[in-house]
């Protein structure tokens, strides 16, 4: 069973906005923290941003900090990656992924143990 799962990917053009889900399922006792990443053709993983799931604080990588927003739902097990100004660099496969409760700092990337399988956003010029 994949622990988290995305949707809401998608094809648009520069300038567009897309929001992406993700819904957290299969760990007992909570997750710490949420985060986004990204992966291009050829380019290593980048990481986007994160929420801590208790105080809701975000977190973001330079390349998006004002123009991606990220939020939770209700329940602490979801979260979304609202995506505005879009920009053909910012084409490529979006994963949701997720740090054990307790289980260290929202902006390690080492520290995200649960992965979804990704939803692909593409930014047409």
């Known amino acids: 069973q994949v622990p988290l799962v995305e949707s809401g990917g998608g094809s648009v053009q520069s300038g567009g906005s897309l929001r992406l889900s993700c819904v957290a399922s299969g760990y007992t006792y909570g997750y710490g923290c949420l985060g986004w990443f990204r992966q291009a053709p050829g380019k290593e993983r980048e990481w986007v941003g994160s929420i801590a799931t208790s105080s809701r604080n975000t977190y973001y990588a330079g390349s998006v900090k004002g123009r991606f927003t990220i939020s939770q739902g209700n329940a602490r097990n979801t979260a979304y990656l609202q995506m505005n100004s879009l920009r053909p660099e910012d084409t490529a496969m979006y994963l949701c992924?997720?740090?054990?409760?307790?289980?260290?700092?929202?902006?390690?990337?080492?520290?995200?143990?649960?992965w979804g399988q990704g939803t692909q956003v593409t930014v047409s010029s």
């Open positions: 992924a997720a740090v054990a409760l307790g289980g260290g700092s929202c902006i390690d990337p080492r520290k995200y143990t649960y």
